[in-house]
T-cell receptor
């Protein structure tokens, strides 16, 4: 089946710094990737849709200057949390779609901003 | 708006029992209905999925029942085991459309 690799799995950063999270489709090409945020005991909240070679589409209420998304190739999308603050601490999950396998999720990144 | 409604929010079942989670959708254009299983600290993983041309799909202990007229589908876990304890999400999407809508999730606890 399809595999989506997400790194890092955990990251702790100081307030004010930026953090980059990578999402790679390992055995298929993904023209579209998605970034979600998940708070404890809650559902997945779609943050943005990442399209290869074009600008990401952000959901209402998500600051695009805060959460920078780059989808430079068919196998890699990155999410950069800029000037992170404690309220940005959360579990971030990416997913990629393939016509055959459908949605495949990464293993998630636990971000803690101290 | 919430296009997929999931219930219950949490569920406790004894080992060996049947776990049932229900979902209802609004958009009749949806034609793909997956269930995802998520363990703490991990990303969701596809468990089982169904398309509306069938009313039931079974894979091992997991069964999806689909009622197109009622716009409802459910997940049944037979002979529930403690290892099934996880959060389960239903979802719905439209063929050719990458936009998938998720339910709010159900925390399942299977007691030994």
């Amino acid at each position: 089946g399809a595999v989506v690799s997400q790194h890092p799995s955990r990251v702790i950063c100081k307030s004010g710094t930026s953090v980059k999270i990578e999402c790679r489709s390992l055995d298929f090409q993904a023209t579209t990737m998605f970034w979600y945020r998940q708070f404890p005991k809650q559902s997945l909240m779609l943050m943005a849709t990442s399209n290869e070679g074009s600008k990401a589409t952000y959901e209402q209420g998500v600051e695009k200057d805060k959460f920078l998304i780059n989808h430079a190739s068919l196998t890699l999308s990155t999410l950069t949390v800029t000037s992170a603050h404690p309220e940005d601490s959360s579990f971030y999950i990416c997913s990629a779609t393939d016509p055959y396998y459908g949605y495949t999720f990464g293993s998630g990144t636990r971000l803690t901003v101290v | 708006q919430q296009q997929v409604k999931q219930s219950p929010q949490s569920l406790i079942v004894q080992k060996g029992g049947i776990s049932i989670i229900n979902c209802a959708y609004e958009n009749t254009a949806f034609d793909y209905f997956p269930w995802y299983q998520q363990f703490p600290g991990k990303g969701p993983a596809l468990l089982i999925a169904i398309r509306p041309d069938v009313s039931e799909k079974k894979e091992g202990r997991f069964t999806i029942s689909f009622n197109k007229s009622a716009k409802q589908f459910s997940l049944h876990i037979m002979d529930s085991q403690p290892g099934d304890s996880a959060t389960y999400f239903c979802a719905a999407s439209r063929r050719g459309n990458n936009d998938m809508r998720f339910g709010a999730g159900t925390r399942l606890t299977v007691k030994p």
